[in-house]
T-cell receptor, first 112, second 108 residues
Framework: DGGITQSPKYLFRKEGQNVTLSCEQN?????MYWYRQDPGQGLRLIYY???????QKGDIAEGYSVSREKKESFPLTVTSAQKNPTAFYLC???????????FGEGSRLTVL | KNEVEQSPQNLTAQEGEFITINCSYS?????LHWLQQHPGGGIVSLFM???GKKKHGRLIATINIQEKHSSLHITASHPRDSAVYIC??????????FGTGTSLTVIP
């Protein structure tokens, strides 16, 4: 079955370390997104990519970086510059033909 | 002001009750999604609407484009419906705005 796979599900990081969250989709979608979810807030857009080798900053891109070298993959790096990285991170993709929206299971990052 | 407002924020119902969750938005949209998030965190799309009404089992979603309002109804609620329900609008520029979610608890 087609879907989005995020890994790891849980991740612990010491302050000052960079970590990379994986997002892989086999849906053949061009558009992929990274969101951050904090308690009591709606999902906030970190980065998005409409096509391979192109990506755009979202509303809260500072302290994060991404790459889109392959259509299937859109990894997110949380850098040491991100002041408050402890959060739940969700990767999503959309079929722009019919608007069908898919999410991964999420990655919960905790900074110790 | 958020572009997407949901109400109520929290909802507790007895099993079997009819439930309504509301969503209002202030931007032009291509479509509106109702999403369900269970305690594990993963999100699934329940409905995508651009007009009218859709039904899937005990779930019904409606949208009024002129009034910029959508509702999600659950008939004969069940404890397994307990989850967070999120309204998401797909903007004309291809981006999404999300409501903060409605946390539903259905008590047996």
């Amino acid at each position: 079955d087609g879907g989005i796979t995020q890994s790891p599900k849980y991740l612990f990081r010491k302050e000052g370390q960079n970590v990379t969250l994986s997002c892989e989709q086999n849906l053949n979608h061009d558009a992929m997104y990274w969101y951050r979810q904090d308690p009591g807030q709606g999902l906030r857009l970190i980065y998005y990519s409409q096509i391979v080798n192109d990506f755009q900053k979202g509303d809260i891109a500072e302290g994060y970086s991404v790459s889109r070298e392959k259509k299937e993959s859109f990894p997110l790096t949380v850098t040491s510059a991100q002041k408050n990285p402890t959060a739940f991170y969700l990767c999503a993709s959309i079929d722009r033909e019919d608007g069908e929206l898919f999410f991964g299971e999420g990655s919960r990052l905790t900074v110790l | 002001k958020n572009e997407v407002e949901q109400s109520p924020q929290n909802l507790t119902a007895q099993e079997g009750e009819f439930i309504t969750i509301n969503c209002s938005y202030s931007v032009g949209i291509s479509a509106l999604h109702w999403l369900q998030q269970h305690p594990g965190g993963g999100i699934v799309s329940l409905f995508m609407l651009s007009s009218g009404k859709k039904k899937h089992g005990r779930l019904i979603a409606t949208i009024n484009i002129q009034e910029k309002h959508s509702s999600l109804h659950i008939t004969a609620s069940h404890p397994r419906d307990s989850a967070v329900y999120i309204c998401a609008v797909w903007r004309l520029d291809g981006q999404f705005y999300f409501g903060t979610g409605t946390s539903l608890t259905v008590i047996p």
